[in-house]
């Protein structure tokens, strides 16, 4: 069996050094007689485990002592609904909108209070990232919310909104641990795993303290920030497997990869390569604006469904699965993420080489 170029927005491709770990740890983790997934997460064996997944996070991402890691269910789309629960308090908070993901996000926000939504990309199918130094945010805003790595759309947040004291909440479910950042930038970090820390089912939530204890009286309390909190993500069964997963993600990046800085050298050059080829190509064009291009998800169309349609089918033929865009937007979409070798990447832009070559 040879393993296939899965370029998927998500879930999306795994480290081959994570599979065959946890392929080796299957059957028994250590010397604990048992698989982490028949694991009790009220074990000694179970705590190490996510103890240790929560140090590397905090390593790997210099997360400060006086932010709260939790490792949370129901994707980042719960996070639509659970932000608003935990930190209004004046009952609106402002929005730039850059797509599907910060869309469904005012929606949840507006049943719970208001979002004023200060930019938008629409006027251009969401082609660009509105300029964030001109905005003017209200100052009773509880937060200012963002989605910062678009994948429908393939667009990238160069430059964080100043948001001075309002909190600011950022989306970073595809371009997490892609790249240093500052984390006391944000007031809180919300992802979903399954396309640079691990496979679906676990929401990893990074929140300064001083935003946890807000919720309402009746938020309930599987939603509720600080009942998580203090218990340490563990007021239910948390997804066990997943989190363990995530651990050995973060292992590969600390001691296969080098770090952050030198994953984001990575994915430079990865996606350099395709962006070049797209620049110069006389088939396929990229849609956003270069300044504003993620570094992530890199979207191309020919201009012709029927031809997108054929590129599609041959490129799966040829073991690149998963290259179709959303069905939003149509055309392609290579989702090129951490765990995605620098070999497939040049690949991919041999086979549209030859692509282009024979349908001239």
């Given at each position: 069996?040879?393993?296939?170029?899965?370029?998927?927005?998500?879930?999306?491709?795994?480290?081959?050094?994570?599979?065959?770990?946890?392929?080796?740890?299957?059957?028994?983790?250590?010397?604990?007689?048992?698989?982490?997934?028949?694991?009790?997460?009220?074990?000694?064996?179970?705590?190490?485990?996510?103890?240790?997944?929560?140090?590397?996070?905090?390593?790997?991402?210099?997360?400060?002592?006086?932010?709260?890691?939790?490792?949370?269910?129901?994707?980042?789309?719960?996070?639509?609904?659970?932000?608003?629960?935990?930190?209004?308090?004046?009952?609106?908070?402002?929005?730039?909108?850059?797509?599907?993901?910060?869309?469904?996000?005012?929606?949840?926000?507006?049943?719970?209070?208001?979002?004023?939504?200060?930019?938008?990309?629409?006027?251009?199918?969401?082609?660009?990232?509105?300029?964030?130094?001109?905005?003017?945010?209200?100052?009773?805003?509880?937060?200012?919310?963002?989605?910062?790595?678009?994948?429908?759309?393939?667009?990238?947040?160069?430059t964080l909104p100043d948001t001075k004291?309002?909190?600011?909440?950022?989306?970073?479910?595809?371009?997490?641990?892609?790249?240093?950042?500052?984390?006391?930038?944000?007031?809180?970090?919300?992802?979903?795993?399954?396309?640079?820390?691990?496979?679906?089912?676990?929401?990893?939530?990074?929140?300064?303290?001083?935003?946890?204890?807000?919720?309402?009286?009746?938020?309930?309390?599987?939603?509720?920030?600080?009942?998580?909190?203090?218990?340490?993500?563990?007021?239910?069964?948390?997804?066990?497997?997943?989190i363990y997963m995530c651990d050995l993600?973060?292992?590969?990046?600390?001691?296969?990869?080098?770090?952050?800085?030198?994953?984001?050298?990575?994915?430079?050059?990865?996606?350099?390569?395709?962006?070049?080829?797209?620049?110069?190509?006389?088939?396929?064009?990229?849609?956003?604006?270069?300044?504003?291009?993620?570094?992530?998800?890199?979207?191309?169309?020919?201009?012709?469904?029927?031809?997108?349609?054929?590129?599609?089918?041959?490129?799966?033929?040829?073991?690149?699965?998963?290259?179709?865009?959303?069905?939003?937007?149509?055309?392609?979409?290579?989702?090129?993420?951490?765990?995605?070798?620098?070999?497939?990447?040049?690949?991919?832009?041999?086979?549209?080489?030859?692509?282009?070559?024979?349908?001239?």
């Amino acid at each position: 069996m040879s393993r296939v170029y899965n370029f998927s927005a998500g879930p999306s491709m795994l480290p081959e050094w994570v599979l065959k770990k946890a392929a080796s740890e299957m059957i028994e983790y250590g010397q604990s007689g048992q698989s982490v997934m028949e694991m009790s997460h009220r074990s000694a064996e179970y705590q190490a485990i996510i103890d240790d997944c929560e140090a590397r996070l905090r390593r790997v991402m210099n997360i400060g002592d006086n932010y709260k890691v939790l490792f949370l269910q129901g994707g980042a789309s719960l996070q639509f609904t659970m932000i608003p629960m935990n930190l209004l308090k004046n009952g609106h908070a402002d929005v730039i909108n850059t797509g599907q993901w910060s869309k469904k996000a005012i929606k949840e926000l507006n049943k719970l209070g208001k979002a004023n939504v200060l930019a938008s990309s629409e006027d251009k199918t969401f082609s660009y990232i509105p300029d964030v130094t001109k905005l003017d945010f209200h100052e009773d805003a509880d937060y200012v919310y963002i989605c910062e790595n678009n994948t429908i759309y393939g667009t990238k947040y160069k430059t964080l909104p100043d948001t001075k004291d309002i909190p600011l909440v950022a989306d970073l479910s595809s371009c997490i641990l892609s790249e240093p950042i500052d984390v006391s930038k944000y007031g809180l970090i919300f992802a979903g795993a399954q396309k640079n820390m691990g496979p679906a089912g676990l929401t990893v939530v990074i929140i300064r303290e001083d935003l946890i204890g807000n919720a309402k009286e009746q938020t309930p309390s599987m939603l509720n920030y600080q009942i998580m909190a203090d218990n340490g993500s563990m007021f239910n069964t948390p997804p066990t497997y997943a989190i363990y997963m995530c651990d050995l993600v973060l292992q590969w990046i600390e001691e296969e990869i080098g770090g952050l800085e030198a994953m984001k050298q990575r994915n430079e050059q990865k996606a350099k390569l395709l962006y070049d080829y797209l620049d110069n190509s006389k088939m396929f064009s990229n849609p956003v604006n270069p300044q504003d291009r993620s570094l992530m998800n890199v979207t191309f169309v020919s201009g012709d469904a029927e031809l997108d349609a054929k590129f599609i089918k041959e490129a799966k033929a040829n073991g690149f699965i998963n290259v179709k865009g959303h069905r939003s937007v149509g055309g392609m979409r290579a989702s090129i993420y951490n765990a995605m070798p620098i070999e497939g990447v040049e690949k991919l832009v041999a086979f549209m080489e030859a692509f282009e070559k024979a349908n001239q």
